[in-house]
């Protein structure tokens, strides 16, 4: 990530503090269950927050049709990148009309290596593993769980079919960045998240403390 870069994201970081806005960066490998996330997430917080998403993927915008009928959704698509990077986010929050908000979620490409070099302007960065793809994710991508603070671990209902340590996760995770927080979520049967709800009202609540 470049200097100018840097600079432009950290300015975006700021405006959007300003207004209130938590920044949320959600990062994973294909499949991990963000957008089941996203889903739960605003079902649960869309009536008392004032939430958006924008949705990247490299084509189609199938998973910005699953939150349209939830909370106002804009779709980014890369064309073939492996990461979303600023400029294409601001885009997408222009076309959202740049609106008053609580919560922007921003749905990043699945994919574990690049997304973790670039700053999208985000206040929280959250990586999801999900326990389909085995619990070896932190050795193997350290930046990605060095340059977040919220790891969640996914799909908890399906841990008796699959050989996967949740402790061993958490473990090898911390190891490497000591402060993150872990949140086990069974999305599709609620559970966890009402500890994620509070880890985002949390977060927000400590952004506009110090942004007042």
């Excluded at 990461?83 to 922007?104: I, K, T």
């Amino acid at each position: 990530m470049g200097e100018q870069a840097a600079v432009d994201a950290e300015a975006e970081r700021r405006r959007l503090a300003a207004r209130g806005t938590l920044v949320v960066n959600l990062l994973s490998s294909p499949g991990a269950g963000k957008t089941t996330l996203l889903e739960q997430t605003a079902r649960r917080m869309g009536s008392d927050w004032r939430i958006a998403v924008l949705v990247g993927d490299l084509e189609t915008d199938r998973d910005a049709q699953r939150l349209q009928g939830l909370v106002p959704t804009a779709q980014l698509t890369t064309g073939g990148a492996c990461h979303l990077e600023l400029p294409l986010v601001q885009r997408g929050l222009a076309a959202l009309g740049d609106p008053e908000l609580d919560f922007l979620f921003i749905e990043n490409v699945g994919n574990l290596v690049c997304p973790a070099s670039h700053d999208l302007g985000e206040h929280l960065r959250v990586v999801l593993v999900s326990t389909t793809e085995g619990d070896d994710k932190p050795g193997k991508y350290p930046k990605m769980f060095r340059t977040s603070q919220v790891m969640l671990v996914t799909k908890i209902d399906l841990l008796p079919y699959v050989p996967f340590q949740v402790e061993h996760v958490i473990a090898d995770a911390r190891r490497i960045q000591p402060q993150l927080e872990a949140i086990p979520i069974g999305a599709l049967q609620g559970e966890g998240l009402d500890q994620w709800q509070r880890c985002l009202i949390d977060a927000r609540q400590r952004l506009t403390a110090s942004s007042s």
